[in-house]
């Protein structure tokens, strides 16, 4: 019938599930954009459904989903049906590729300690427990050289700095914040791991966008946000392209291209 179809059995049960998600989703989207609500409403429903889970590997509770490009189809079903869910979905999605791709490194290296605690966010986003939400984008400034700082204490990291597009924050239970490292031999560029309701943790509710109203995107403040010490890990030099940055982020692009496939075809 023309339109893209996922490549993997486990992506068809995936986009699957996104279709009879759309077909909700699609009622009640132009009530939410214009009272500028956000969709708590169809998170619920994607968390209890376990559709916020298909990329989880499988001994951790998930479908095991790991082509972009099913990733994307189902991200453009819902896009078909609700653009403010498409894209605060797609945020997620890229927290749990990022937390895979981790696991796996860290299963390779016999990182037990990293190994148990990525594991341990992954089985409970699988049961539905746990949203991701990324934060990277700041006024004036590109992806990979965020003003956004963490600075060691005894503790661990204290986080200071503000993001725009907290998309998804509104729903998060984790958010992902690019981070500047200024120590010995750097800047370097930081990924911090933020509970989302923690200490320090402030969103503005500052976002009012023309047809995705609904998104969350607010904008997002850590004033002296205290983090412990394995929150926080170097992904390489600030303000420079890296083969982890890219691996981390470039899905993401992808994802909110399908997004927007799906608005063009509904319209």
Not at 18 to 29: D, T
Not at 56 to 78: C, F, K, N, Q, T
Request: charged share 20%; net charge negative; hydrophobic share 45%.
């Amino acid at each position: 019938d023309g339109q893209l179809q996922p490549y993997s059995a486990a992506g068809r049960q995936w986009v699957d599930q996104a279709e009879q998600h759309a077909l909700r989703f699609a009622q009640r989207a132009a009530a939410y954009d214009a009272d500028g609500r956000f969709t708590h409403e169809n998170f619920t429903e994607m968390r209890e459904s376990g559709f916020i889970g298909a990329q989880v590997p499988e001994p951790m509770g998930g479908l095991g989903v790991d082509s972009i490009h099913d990733w994307a189809v189902a991200v453009e079903r819902i896009g078909r049906a609700d653009a403010s869910t498409a894209i605060a979905i797609n945020m997620h999605f890229l927290g749990v590729w990022r937390h895979t791709r981790l696991w796996i490194d860290a299963a390779g290296r016999g990182d037990t300690a990293r190994l148990e605690v990525l594991a341990q966010w992954l089985r409970r986003t699988a049961e539905g427990k746990l949203v991701n939400c990324g934060t990277s984008s700041e006024n004036g400034t590109a992806l990979t050289a965020p003003r956004t700082t963490a600075v060691r204490n005894e503790a661990g990291w204290i986080i200071n700095g503000r993001k725009a597009f907290g998309t998804l924050s509104m729903e998060a239970d984790l958010l992902f914040v690019p981070v500047r490292i200024d120590e010995e031999g750097g800047p370097w560029l930081g990924m911090a791991t933020v509970p989302a309701h923690g200490e320090g943790v402030r969103g503005l509710e500052n976002w009012d966008a023309l047809g995705m109203r609904a998104s969350g995107s607010q904008d997002i403040e850590f004033v002296d946000c205290p983090l412990p010490a394995e929150n926080v890990v170097v992904n390489g030099r600030w303000a420079e392209l890296n083969a982890s940055f890219i691996t981390s982020m470039a899905p993401a692009v992808l994802g909110l291209a399908a997004a927007f496939l799906g608005i063009a075809e509904s319209a």
